[in-house]
């Protein structure tokens, strides 16, 4: 989150210094896409480190990873590996399954962290700790993700009209901010 909030020096240097060709939207727009690929990152991270944590034993399982499938053949090599190449295996066949998963939307982050939290009311624990009411905290993740993918998928067009969207300073760090403590509110309640 520490390159998201680096993009505001940037767009306020460019501003300052009346750098720009047409507009420095764009370098706005980069910052909503960054600081929902830094919370998807954090949260790959977290789950990764979490699951390793359950297989070696430092951790309580959960069902969701009890019930997670492996390849015979993975289960072949850790079969035959030793214990630091075991791990490696595990590491990495774990990696490669969290790949193809996107932890944005508060029901996509709600079940990927399942695997490594067995908590069922995980949106109003984290609610709580923020300080807000659940209600509030996945309407506004929602609504982030939303305006993430618009701008990534869209071009942040408005459909009907043709134009892009509004976007302001101000929108952009609420935005940074509020998954800045998201993220800091999840590490803090699952390590």
Do not use: C
């Not at 030793?82 to 066949?93: A, E, I, P, Q």
């Amino acid at each position: 989150m520490d390159d998201v909030d680096a993009m505001t020096l940037v767009h306020d240097y460019l501003a300052e210094n009346k750098l720009r060709v047409r507009s420095l939207d764009d370098v706005l727009r980069s910052k909503v896409v960054s600081s929902v690929s830094a919370l998807d990152r954090l949260l790959h991270d977290i789950i990764h480190i979490g699951m390793i944590d359950i297989y070696a034993g430092h951790r309580a399982s959960t069902a969701k990873y009890l019930g997670e499938t492996i390849p015979i053949g993975v289960v072949a090599r850790l079969k035959v590996a030793g214990d630091s190449l075991n791990d490696s295996v595990f590491s990495r066949t774990i990696r490669n399954k969290l790949r193809a998963l996107s932890f944005q939307s508060p029901d996509k982050v709600a079940d990927g962290l399942s695997y490594i939290w067995a908590e069922n009311r995980k949106w109003q624990k984290i609610a709580a700790v923020m300080g807000e009411d659940e209600a509030y905290v996945r309407a506004t993740l929602e609504t982030i993700v939303h305006r993430r993918n618009s701008i990534a998928h869209e071009a942040d067009m408005d459909a009907e009209y043709k134009f892009k969207r509004s976007i302001d300073l101000q929108l952009t760090t609420d935005f940074a901010r509020f998954i800045r403590k998201l993220g800091e509110t999840i590490h803090g309640l699952v390590r």
